[in-house]
Every structure is written in structure tokens, then in C-alpha cells.
DNA sequence: TTAAATTTGTGAAAAATATAACTAGCCGAA
DNA sequence: TTCGGCTAGTTATATTTTTCACAAATTTAA
């Protein structure tokens, strides 16, 4: 059996092609072609075509997709005709921020519990939402069937929360801490770094210096430096 | 002029370079070679040499590269040789904690102000940062020079928020309403979208399930549905 | 019923990215 | 001073991803 290797773009394009095909039910539409999908956005359309037909041929040739039809493939291929339990490791402002997250809600994830090591914190409510002590993880996560972790500590103590977030039998976590982690490989891990972001931005705003001069390259340090 | 086409691939990676050799100095050690901080994620050391040589000479060979040296470069490339001004849109639980998201004050980062269009919010303060009304954007960005905005408002007013930053001068802003915008080619727009993320975590949760049926895709609706 | 107009699915080409292999410079020891 | 061991910079190769281009399927119009 051949096992397709999805990549990790066409699947974000796939989130990306969901949320698109909602809007257009809500306006009414039935069907949508491939290019009317790609002028919605700043893509080809020979691309979802292609992203699309990894998954099976949903489309009927001289009229496009069904709209209806194609979001329930799209819906089941992300797996998000189920709801998923996210516990949320960290109650500091960001873990807080998260808990009610709009987006969240939005699509079938449900917040069911935040965790913190301060006893201060223990026991206090965001919204709906409980903050229990970390020691009770692994218990919590059966309880409540929780089955996405994130993390939102502070760097020095993520690989650590990864590890015993994966000893629970987490399969996915998302990781705000601005450190690479190192997973097991049964686990899927989603590191949403903000700093290499802010920083792309100011790479931006600095740029037009760097392409000064010319572009010469300064050249390395000739001179040995002892000691 | 030969301008080089740098990919944000490799400026991302520069951001994470630097913040291995912060570590290394804490540690120490005077000088490191590609390969030594190949292992220390999980890259190939001839990308780290080639990234680094976009930009000029700066290892010795024999001996790799000098960290101080190596880490002076990087941070004046990424543009953090200088302060920057954040102000962030929507002061919801979002833009609150980005408010005082610590990754922003480590990176030569200051956020200035906050601004939402609700009367009750403005005035208030979060942490050391007021929240102003959106209405004086212009006027708070020139009095604070403020140079990158970050947009943490519900998604279908994103756009218009875009063009009102763009308006008032502003040249790279962070998106973190799920959907696509439309910036100015002038303009560095970088979203961060967690939607996206999470339906990838939940794609990965799902799959084994695809995977079943020896991956038969399943057709086209081939029959035609009229009206 | 046939022809023209669409539009998918896909193989082939192109572009971008990553890895490997090689060349040349530098250090330290003999 | 010379040689062997490293290691950066760079060229060549491989891989991944995107785009192009066209045959096949379907609808609409004549």
C-alpha cells in the first residue's frame, strides 16, 4: 500500500480553502470553480486542484466543486467533524488570552482546562474555564478525554511540560514557548513562534539599509584572536 | 546592482541562530562551528553556512565562527540593533496579553500603545500601556514613532484596520485575524494564524483514520444534480 | 445531435529549497 | 616551516513545491 505524503502547506492550504467555502455558503453559492477559489486569495489554481485531488476527486469537470459537498470532505479530511479537548499548560496572560480564544470555539475545539504549578492560580476560573494544578495532568486529560495540549510557559520549562504532556499520551501540542522542542515522533508538534515573526518584521524594516553599499560583503576576521 | 532575493526561510533561521548563540555566550564558549550548532537543533550545517554567507564572511575556517562577532552581525541583519515600537489593535484578551508578552520587551521590541474603538476601554491601562482610540492612530504613531503594528481584532474588521495602519504610515504589521489580508507591496504583513495550526494538529489526530482503506479516494459526484 | 465553452485531474516543466560534496583557508604540532 | 586536521564558503546534486499545459469529462447553446 502507498502512503501518500501529504505536506504540511497543503494541509494549511486546506484550512485555508475551508474557511473560504463557508463564507460562500453563507452567501449563497452552491459550486465554486478552482480559479473562482484561487482569486479569492493569492493562489493558483492548478494548486487546489492539486491539494484537493490528493484526497480524491471531489470535483465534476465543467462546473467545478459542490460547495457543500467539498466542505464535508475538507471538514472530515482535517478531522474536524469531531470535537477535540484542549488543555492549556501555563495560566499566565497568554494561556489566559487562549482560553477564551474565539477561534477555538470556532472550529469543534473546546478549552477544558487550563494548568499552572502556582498555587495561587490553582482552583480560580477564565471564563468556564478551571485552572487545576499541573501535578493532576495525566488524570484531567483521561477525565476529560483532553487530547491537544498547549503550551504556553516559559521557555526554560517547555521541554519539560512537553515531555510529561507526552507521557499523559498527548499525540499533538502546540508549542507558544520560543524554543525548539524535540518531540517523540508519534507526537505532532506545532510550535507558533512569536519572536522569529516579530523579527522577520524588523529583517523587513531594516532591510533597505542592508542593500546599501553595494551588497559587498564584509569579509571574515582575518587576523587570528588569541585567547 | 546584483540585489540578493533572501528568503524569509532564511531569515526566520537567522532569528533562531541568534538565540543559540545568546545561550552559547551564557555558556562561555568564545566560538562555534556550523556543524556544532547543526546539533544543536535538528539542522544540516551546510544550510546554517550558506544562510550565514547570503550575508558576508563572518566564519574563520579551521576554527568556525566567533560568537560575539557572529551574534554583532545577525542582530544588526534582523534590524534589532534598534529599538522598535509596537502598537497593537484591539485590546481584547488577545492584544492585552500581547501587551505584555515578555518575547516582545527580550527583542528590542517596546509596545507603546494599545488602541480599541470602545469608549469604556479607552483610557484604562494594561500594565504600563495605555489604550488609546483607534481614531488617534495616526497622530499616537508619530508621537511615538511607532513602526510595526500588530492587528488583534475579530477578523472582518481586519482589513479595514490594515489600510487605516497602512494609511498612517506603518510598514509591517502582524496579523493575527484568521484570514488572508491585502497589504500594499510596501507593507510586510505576517500573519499568525492559529486556526491554521490547530486544524493541522487536528489533521494529524485524524490521519491514521485516512489512511485506512488502502487510500482509495473516493469519486466524483458524477451524476448531475440540477438546481 | 453536435459543437463550443468550461473546468477538473494530472503528467511534465520550472522554481525554490535543502543536502551533499568539494575546495581552500586557517590552526597547531612536530 | 611543513603537514595533518578542521571547518568555512561554494559548487553540484537531490528533493520538494509550485506552476504550466493539456487530455478528458461535463454542460450549454445551436
Known amino acids: 500500500m502507498k502512503v501518500e505524503k501529504i505536506s504540511e502547506l497543503t494541509t494549511n492550504r486546506l484550512s485555508i480553502y475551508l474557511r473560504c467555502l463557508n463564507e460562500l455558503t453563507a452567501q449563497g453559492a452552491k459550486t465554486v470553480s478552482s480559479d473562482g477559489l484561487a482569486q479569492k486569495f493569492h493562489l493558483n489554481s492548478a494548486q487546489i486542484r492539486k491539494d484537493l485531488a490528493y484526497f480524491g476527486e471531489f470535483g465534476v469537470r465543467g462546473v467545478g466543486y459542490y460547495i457543500d459537498d467539498l466542505r464535508k470532505h475538507i471538514t472530515k479530511i482535517l478531522g474536524l467533524d469531531r ?6 499548560i501555563g495560566a499566565g ?4 488570552a487562549l482560553a477564551d480564544y474565539y477561534g477555538f470555539a470556532q472550529t469543534n475545539f473546546t478549552v477544558a482546562a487550563l494548568f499552572d504549578a502556582d498555587r495561587k492560580k490553582i482552583g480560580q476560573k477564565v471564563g468556564e474555564v478551571e485552572i487545576f494544578d499541573i501535578k493532576d495532568f495525566s488524570e484531567i486529560v483521561k477525565r ?3 487530547d491537544v495540549a498547549v503550551l504556553a510557559v516559559p521557555a526554560e520549562f517547555a521541554q519539560e511540560v512537553l515531555e510529561k504532556v507526552t507521557e499523559a499520551g498527548i499525540k499533538a501540542v502546540m508549542n507558544f514557548a520560543p524554543i525548539p522542542l524535540r518531540a517523540r515522533s508519534d507526537v505532532k508538534l506545532k510550535t507558533v513562534d512569536l519572536t522569529i515573526s516579530l523579527e522577520s518584521l524588523s529583517y523587513f524594516l531594516a532591510k533597505p539599509n542592508n542593500l546599501n553599499g553595494k551588497n559587498v560583503k564584509p569579509n571574515a576576521p582575518k ?3 588569541k585567547k
Chains 1, 2 share one sequence.
Not at 470535537?83 to 492549556?88: E, K, M, P, S
Not at 496572560?93 to 489566559?96: A, D, N, S, T
Open 83 to 88: 470535537r477535540h479537548c484542549v488543555g492549556i
Open 93 to 96: 496572560r497568554l494561556g489566559m
Open 144 to 146: 476529560d478525554k483532553i
Open 223 to 225: 587576523a587570528r584572536i
